[in-house]
């Protein structure tokens, strides 16, 4: 990582902004709040509405228990706190639940009882599995979880990679048969990369390595538009491109996901076309996504997407412009990193229940009618975001005085939601039954 900004006191007075606001975020605002969601069932609730209600009866999804068990397996793998480590084995025990141990892989969904509901075999959500068991191999050192997580990413790479394309399928049947005909997502494809970054980082076999430059490979012959600057969405099942939103936020996830790649699998001469490519994909998604407000908007169109600010986005612009500035010497990029974050904390932020609003409106104010959790809201991207964002600024910096950063305390761990469902008063309720003209100040008796 290029570290150019010894002499510039702007840039290192954001970097050191960035560094606090993040770490601040991560043990006061983040962790805390998902804490206080876990089921004592086994997992977290994965529907809560915008009142707090917890719907208890709501199928329980992979891709939900798998960026959970990553996300506190991470976070207890950096914190080293018995509560994060007792999150970590939670998460991770109910993530076990979803195994098929007869026919290998992960069932799709499960009813509330813990009875299979999806039998199917996504990739998208197999993606995040290995991504989850990666993170258990990186925390748990030693011959199980290693073994564990490279059983799954043999079932992917035999299974669901077209040979003849090198693309991999979106879904398979329970006993792993592929669905050949469809579209092709690069959503899929770089959340695989973004599990073999976390596998390679866990293992460094060969093997690995050779199946990450392979996908990698495929991506950009498939994915990347020919100048470099942009991602296609979908392609048909031969790699055919279909037209498209342009999608900044996936664009700006993939290019800090292939610089991690670069570093993992330099072998000496710098990867330069590999980090030519992810710093390319950056400035096309900065110059398509990034407002003048400092808010990334959902995706390129005209409509509702363009003037959206989606939880996810904002977390992914803010780590992928940092990692981009920092690589590149960018001064400018780093600053608009900061106006970025500047963004999250004004506006995306949830400041009275904690934890990112869903959707900003183009007022700049959470919609009341989100909820706060459903199966694709959860903690994984903001949490990413924040702890590297972290790290980088403290690699960038050299340092960061101890006694200013927050410490993690379960104190701070919020009451579980799940308010009882409003009183409704005589007052409103007649309010609503009479005609304007016959209303009183007072209930009719």
């Known amino acids: 990582m290029v570290e150019t900004f010894a002499d510039d006191p702007v840039t290192r007075d954001t970097l050191r902004r960035l560094a606090l606001a993040t770490h601040r975020e991560l043990i006061e605002g983040i962790l805390p709040v998902w804490l206080s969601r876990e089921d ?24 939900f228990a798998a960026r959970l068990a990553w996300t506190f397996t991470t976070a207890a793998r950096r914190l080293a706190h018995p509560r994060l480590e007792a999150a970590a084995d939670h998460a991770h025990a109910f993530l076990e639940r979803f195994r098929d141990t007869a026919a290998g892989g992960f069932h799709t969904a499960l009813d509330a009882s813990g009875a299979p509901l999806d039998r199917s075999r996504r990739v998208y959500g197999q993606a995040f599995a290995l991504f ?40 398979l049947s329970p006993d792993w048969i592929p669905q050949r005909d469809g579209t092709r997502t690069s959503n899929t494809h770089l959340h695989l990369i973004e599990a073999l970054v976390e596998l390679h980082a866990a293992t460094r076999l060969p093997r690995v390595a050779t199946a990450l430059r392979d ?13 470099g600057r942009a991602g296609r969405a979908e392609v048909d099942s031969a790699g055919h491109p279909l037209p498209g939103l342009i999608w900044p936020g996936h664009d700006i996830e993939v290019s800090h996901l292939l610089s991690r790649a670069a570093d993992l699998l330099d ?3 710098g990867e330069p076309d590999l980090r030519r490519l992810a710093h390319d994909l950056a400035c096309g998604a900065t110059a398509a996504g990034m407002r003048p407000d400092g808010g990334w908007s959902l995706n390129g169109g005209d409509g509702e997407g363009a003037s959206r600010r989606v939880w996810w986005v904002q977390a992914e612009a803010l780590l992928g412009l940092l990692d981009d500035g920092l690589r590149s010497g960018s001064a400018a990029t780093i600053a608009r990193a900061g106006a970025t974050w500047d963004f999250i904390e004004r506006h995306q932020r949830d400041r009275t229940f904690g934890d990112w609003h869903m959707h900003v409106d183009v007022g700049h104010r959470g919609r009341p009618d989100c909820p706060r959790v459903t199966e694709w809201k959860e903690p994984y991207h903001q949490f990413r975001a924040c702890l590297e964002v972290f790290d980088r600024c403290v690699a960038a910096l050299g340092s960061i005085a101890p006694d200013r950063l927050a410490r993690f305390d379960p104190a701070r761990i919020p009451k579980a939601e799940d308010p009882p469902p409003p009183k409704r008063g005589l007052r409103r309720l007649l309010s609503r039954l009479m005609p304007a003209g016959n209303r009183s100040t007072r209930p009719q008796r």
């Open 40 to 63: 004592p069932a086994g997992g977290h609730w994965i529907s809560i509405d915008a009142e707090g209600r917890i719907d208890r009866t709501a199928p329980r999804r992979l891709i």
């Open 267 to 269: 072998g000496g001469d």
């Open 132 to 171: 989850a068991l990666s993170a258990h191999a990186l925390a748990h050192p030693g011959p199980d979880a290693t073994a564990a997580a490279l059983a799954q990413f043999d079932l992917l790479v035999s299974r669901a990679r077209d040979p003849d394309t090198g693309l991999y399928v979106e879904t």
């Open 215 to 227: 996908l990698i490979a495929t991506f950009a012959r498939y994915f990347v538009d020919p100048d």
